[in-house]
């Protein structure tokens, strides 16, 4: 899961607390709410981190 450590929107200890009650492997990325427009590029190797362990 990609923790964006600067949201405004949802909290990022939520964040932090809802990945790890999922079990889920954290990636931080210190931007805000709308990782994908405006992190692209981190964000596309993250899910291709997360694409190479299910392999």
Known sequence: MTVAAEDLLI???L???MAE???STVIE???GHMLPMT???EVAEV???A???VE
Do not use: F
């Open 11 to 13: 909290s990022p200890e």
């Open 15 to 17: 964040q932090r607390r």
């Open 21 to 23: 009650r999922a079990g």
């Open 29 to 31: 990325i210190k931007n």
């Open 39 to 41: 992190s692209p590029d």
């Open 47 to 49: 899910i291709a981190q």
């Open 51 to 53: 694409a190479e362990a």
